[in-house]
């Protein structure tokens, strides 16, 4: 509780400083972490130069698996980093010490189960008997065991065949798996390999989303960062809705997709607004004990019991809406 009283108090001692700032004081450097996926307005706040536009003097590292980004957050070579919920559980399972302070889509929307025309299977009591791909320890692992569940079906009443996402297309092509459970753009390829999706994890129950952290040692020597990365946020928003080319272009080019499929990627993922994040009533609510906290504590507890990971998450100590609450009183 202190060490979460002192983050907080930290914030809100410089909320009324944030009004007013810019060209003034020099730039903050916030070195952000980031791997290619759909993180609409994490590039159009980058190739918007927003980031800038607020006082802030980005760095971008760019990642390609979450080892790599553990080790820069344990040496403190970053101080933000953007994640999917696994990846996020997994490096707080390791005692990387961040707070995550922004929930920028929600990706159960673009997770979901894929079948084969050829299949039979048209809704999901039909898996039982067919063969499945998917990835262990990832959130569409999880979103495959809920929609068995949600059938009435076991993991015994299937062939669960793990393979790496990369590879997934080729064995749904040729038919060694008549399923896959997988997330974008890996579905799309499905689809245009002649196949039809059968649901999405949102439809199963489980929110999983993609989240930006904070390193607690950089926020509690830099509030005031932090409280522009939020305002980059609320203006990259803003953007976004006027104009999501910018998002689709980066999307497309980091996802290695043509821009159609770049946007109906970008149209299935709901946006999160700041204010959502800070309403108790939404389903993946910031505040302590709200919907975040939940879902990140059940991915948490799931990657343990497979033995992903080996120690358990606290995921109250790992989700932070005080950032939020004390930028919006800026406004």
Do not use: C
């Not at 914030?11 to 944030?18: D, F, G, P, Y």
């Not at 999706?197 to 929110?207: C, F, Q, Y």
């Not at 989303?209 to 990365?229: E, K, M, T, Y």
Request: glycine content about 8%; hydrophobic content about 45%; proline content about 4%.
């Amino acid at each position: 509780m202190s060490r979460y009283l002192a983050v907080v108090g930290s914030v809100l001692m410089l909320t009324a400083a944030l009004a007013g700032t810019g060209s003034a004081q020099q730039p903050l450097v916030v070195r952000i972490a980031w791997q290619p996926y759909n993180a609409v307005l994490f590039y159009t706040a980058r190739d918007l130069k927003i980031f800038e536009r607020v006082g802030l003097q980005p760095e971008y590292i760019r990642f390609t698996a979450g080892p790599p980004q553990f080790a820069a957050f344990q040496s403190e070579s970053v101080d933000v980093g953007l994640f999917g919920t696994a990846g996020m559980v997994v490096g707080a399972s390791q005692g990387l010490d961040y707070r995550n302070f922004y929930i920028q889509i929600l990706s159960s929307y673009a997770d979901g189960l894929v079948a084969r025309s050829d299949s039979g299977i048209t809704r999901l009591a039909d898996l039982r008997g067919k063969r499945i791909a998917f990835m262990r320890g990832t959130s569409a692992h999880l979103g495959l065991l809920k929609a068995l569940q949600s059938a009435g079906l076991s993991p015994a009443d299937v062939t669960m065949i793990h393979i790496d996402v990369t590879a997934m297309t080729p064995a749904f092509a040729r038919g060694d798996v008549q399923a896959a459970y997988a997330w974008e753009p890996w579905i799309s390829r499905m689809q245009e390999a002649g196949g039809r999706v059968i649901t999405r994890s949102h439809d199963v129950g489980l929110n999983t989303s993609d989240h930006w952290v904070a390193r607690v040692a950089w926020v509690q020597r830099n509030p005031r960062a932090v409280l522009l990365l939020l305002r980059a946020v609320d203006l990259a928003l803003e953007e976004f809705r006027r104009n999501p080319a910018v998002a689709i272009k980066a999307t497309a080019e980091n996802l290695g997709v043509s821009e159609g499929i770049a946007k109906h990627i970008v149209d299935i993922n709901p946006v999160v607004r700041l204010e959502q994040l800070v309403d108790p009533r939404f389903e993946l609510s910031l505040l302590p004990g709200g919907g975040a906290q939940r879902m990140i504590q059940e991915v948490g507890d799931f990657l343990l019991r497979e033995g992903i990971t080996r120690s358990a998450i606290d995921a109250s100590k790992i989700v932070e809406g005080s950032y939020i609450q004390a930028y919006l009183r800026t406004k």
